[in-house]
């Protein structure tokens, strides 16, 4: 069986940033999904469909830099009409999200650092947790939250 599929949804200038989710998402039973080439192409935004399709977690980095750039709004808008499972992960403090991101539930903003953390929250999202299990649908869809939420 391999083990259920996280997508990352990033902006390109935090790249340095990346490899601490992937660790903690190896470290917790995720592989990670492949980005697959240039958004934009027909083919590439087909791709990206798919793979966000087929993840079991759907993780944002929220950045001042992540929040503004056009196909991470956009991964976002598609797994929030699919229903996946959603884990924003706080890049930086105080950040003011903008549409669509005041959509995410606050209960579920994991901090970056430290890798502990980070890891033990993603565990709980993982589909073999307790309360997961399947549906892809966030566990806390009442926890939704109106325009300019704070990650805090």
Same mark, same amino acid.
């Given at each position: ?65 992540? &929040?503004?750039?056009?196909?991470? !709004?956009?991964?976002?808008?598609? /797994?929030? =009409? @699919? ?6 992960? #706080? ?15 606050? &209960?579920?903003?994991?901090?970056? !650092?430290?890798?502990?953390?980070? /890891?033990? =929250? @993603? ?6 947790? #307790? ?22």
């Amino acid at each position: 069986m391999t083990s259920p599929a996280l997508f990352l949804s990033h902006a390109r200038a935090d790249a340095d940033l990346v490899p601490d989710v992937r660790r903690a998402a190896y470290r917790t039973g995720f592989r990670m999904s492949m980005e697959p080439g240039t958004p934009g192409t027909g083919d590439a935004t087909d791709a990206l469909a798919g793979l966000i399709g087929e993840c079991a977690v759907f993780a944002v980095l929220l950045t001042s830099r992540s &929040v503004h750039r056009p196909w991470v !709004r956009w991964e976002l808008s598609h /797994a929030l =009409r @699919l229903g996946k499972r959603i884990a924003p992960i #706080a890049g930086e403090q105080d950040l003011l999200l903008p549409p669509p991101f005041d959509r995410l539930p606050r &209960v579920t903003h994991l901090p970056l !650092r430290p890798m502990g953390t980070l /890891a033990t =929250r @993603l565990a709980r999202l993982h589909p073999a947790a #307790a309360y997961g299990g399947g549906g892809g649908r966030h566990p806390c869809p009442q926890a939704l939250q109106g325009a300019n939420t704070r990650v805090s």
